[in-house]
């Protein structure tokens, strides 16, 4: 069962990020702040939950949350800053867009690093422990999951309606055959010659 909060002195927001191992496609991130006593037996670590779940998931939380926002770091700023830095902006972008400012972050790693000027708590595996944590999990992976879909149709040899842009062998094999596209990883290593040992 999650836990509803880390603390109860100020209001919080739970921030995920979904994409940081794919070859291509944006880091999508997300910040939401559920309302006070929020539980849902759906709710989990995205990575644990059925797609038909994350779904479901995703419109009780965009019903009920007291704010939520989601954001997103390009390939080419990924080339640019590198796939942690572009990690915490994607987060400090969903929380700054947020309608309401939170007193604490609720982040999901071991590492956080923003301008935003509020406190916050870095948690291992936070996104299946705190329930603000897992509703950003969830925003950020079906978010995330919809643009990839929308790339799959401009791009359908690299199988990114399945993949997500994860280094399946399928997607591997289709950069070796029909090469890079504007909307891959160019430092993520998944040039041709890099993938002849795959």
Request: hydrophobic share 40%; aromatic share 10%.
């Amino acid at each position: 069962m999650l836990k509803e909060c880390f603390q109860r002195e100020v209001p919080e927001a739970g921030c995920d990020e979904a994409g940081r191992g794919c070859l291509a496609g944006p880091v999508f991130a997300a910040a939401v702040i559920l309302p006070p006593g929020f539980a849902h037996p759906l709710l989990n670590d995205s990575k644990k939950m059925s797609e038909k779940n994350r779904y479901l998931m995703r419109d009780v939380i965009l019903r009920d949350a007291v704010a939520w926002a989601v954001a997103e770091v390009s390939p080419e700023e990924i080339d640019r800053i590198n796939i942690l830095n572009a990690s915490f902006a994607g987060m400090s972008r969903a929380v700054e867009r947020l309608s309401f400012r939170p007193g604490l972050l609720l982040i999901d790693g071991n590492r956080f690093r923003s301008t935003l000027g509020i406190p916050f708590e870095c948690i291992v595996g936070g996104d299946g422990l705190y329930a603000s944590i897992a509703a950003a999990s969830v925003l950020a992976k079906t978010f995330r999951d919809d643009r990839m879909k929308l790339l799959h149709e401009e791009y359908p040899q690299y199988g990114w309606n399945a993949n997500k842009g994860y280094p399946t062998r399928q997607h591997r094999l289709a950069v070796l055959r029909y090469g890079l596209t504007p909307h891959h990883r160019l430092t993520f290593h998944c040039a041709p010659g890099q993938l002849s040992l795959f």
